[in-house]
């Protein structure tokens, strides 16, 4: 493909919208969580990108305070069951980790392509 144009794309609005962090219109997910090779609109090579375990850590330490705190008032205010306890919490912990792991996933992809071309612009000044 040919160079594309450099327009001003907010990382942060490309990643949370799981979009090419260079160009914005890309999709930057093939699959649920696996990054695309290569960005559909501006070929940006999308493969070189690792996001590794930050997201899910992230994920599990937002849920988890959300979860046993919401827990732990329900309980000491209503006292129910166990049961009601899984029916309640179960859901929302898979709905809220489902929901926020692929923009976490997409803000820090974004967040390390924009260290990496950073540092690629500094040693193409030289």
Not at 13 to 30: Q, V
Not at 38 to 61: M, Q
Not at 77 to 88: D, E, G, M, Q
Request: net charge neutral; with cysteine.
């Amino acid at each position: 493909m040919s160079d594309p144009v450099r327009t001003r794309v907010s990382y942060v609005r490309a990643g949370l919208a799981c979009r090419c962090p260079r160009c914005g219109k890309g999709k930057l997910f093939k699959g649920y969580l696996t990054v695309a090779e290569a960005c559909s609109e501006c070929g940006l090579d999308l493969s070189r990108h690792e996001t590794a375990d930050g997201p899910a850590v992230f994920v599990v330490l937002f849920v988890g305070f959300l979860v046993v705190a919401g827990a732990l008032i329900v309980e000491v205010n209503y006292r129910p069951p166990y049961w009601l306890h899984a029916v309640i919490w179960l859901p929302l912990i898979v709905g809220t980790s489902l929901g926020l792991l692929r923009p976490l996933k997409g803000l820090f992809f974004a967040q390390a392509w924009r260290h990496i071309e950073t540092e690629d612009q500094d040693t193409n000044i030289e």
